[in-house]
């Protein structure tokens, strides 16, 4: 089969499958095609990996408190308006907590939780800032493996929830996250306003642990699904995924706990060494 049938092939298949899609949001940015998210990605990986670290060698620091101290209670702004949102489309006016399937009906209920699935996916691209900020800081020591893999992989995993799937019980770990990063980030945010805020951060050492119990409370909820015996949510595989977020990101929490607090080291050593690799 020559290249040219193949990629006839490919694109057949892509267009059947695209079949299968929320036709609700075809129209809204970014929801179309999956290629831009991998462009803006792709440069995301390229920056933070080689070109931005190669800009900073031989130059300064930059200092971006002011730009840091907005960018983070924004987050946090933004992640309670989402919290909220995902409560009150379906988290706590209905949804059972156990086998809650997809709406895609145009009730203004289902729309606005298909509404609140995009907004969780948009705000995954606006915190790849975080990263670009340690980089322009020369923090290069906290642009880890495990940093870079959680940024991207939510990322881009989410325009599919949200193209084929956006409401029902696959969106309780967005629900989760968002709570957790209203107190990560309104935590970087006081620690951004300087020393005289330090003693408002007693709570740092208890950081790690919120992130882990997430990944737990995440990996218990999704669990559920595998001994339901007649659960009729529309895209299992889904499911399969966000289990494997809870599962991975738990084990490389765990990592990070045991060389942090353990150990008393602040990363593995090689830690940064695997993202030029």
């Not at 179309?32 to 990996?49: E, H, K, R």
């Not at 946090?76 to 997809?102: H, K, N, P």
């Not at 995954?124 to 906290?142: A, G, P």
Request: charged share 15%.
């Amino acid at each position: 089969m020559s290249f040219k049938e193949l990629t006839a092939r490919a694109v057949l298949l892509y267009d059947e499958w695209l079949k299968d899609a929320d036709p609700r949001v075809e129209d809204w940015p970014l929801m179309s095609s999956p290629l831009p998210q991998t462009i803006i990605l792709g440069a995301y990986l390229y920056f933070v990996t080689y070109f931005g670290p190669k800009l900073m060698e031989n130059r300064k620091p930059l200092h971006l408190k002011q730009a840091m101290i907005v960018y983070n209670f924004s987050i946090v702004i933004f992640s309670v308006y989402m919290c909220y949102e995902f409560l009150m489309s379906g988290w706590a006016t209905g949804y059972s907590f156990r086998c809650d399937v997809v709406d895609y009906s145009r009730s203004p209920q289902a729309l606005r939780m298909a509404w609140t699935c995009w907004l969780f996916y948009i705000s995954k691209f606006i915190e790849l800032s975080d990263t670009i900020f340690f980089v322009l800081r020369k923090k290069n020591s906290q642009v880890t493996f495990l940093h870079v893999y959680h940024h991207t992989i939510m990322s881009f995993t989410w325009w599919f929830g949200v193209k084929f799937a956006p409401g029902g019980l696959g969106t309780f770990h967005a629900l989760v996250n968002c709570i957790v990063h209203i107190i990560m980030y309104t935590y970087y945010g006081l620690s951004a306003l300087g020393p005289f805020y330090q003693k408002y951060l007693w709570w740092k050492k208890y950081m790690t642990t919120i992130q882990l119990v997430q990944f737990v409370v995440i990996t218990v909820h999704i669990g559920q699904f595998f001994f339901m015996k007649n659960c009729q949510y529309q895209y299992p595989v889904f499911l399969y995924i966000i289990w494997l977020y809870g599962v991975s990101f738990m084990v490389l929490f765990l990592n990070f706990w045991y060389y942090a607090y353990i150990k008393g080291q602040r990363l593995p050593k090689n830690a940064t060494s695997k993202l030029k690799q």
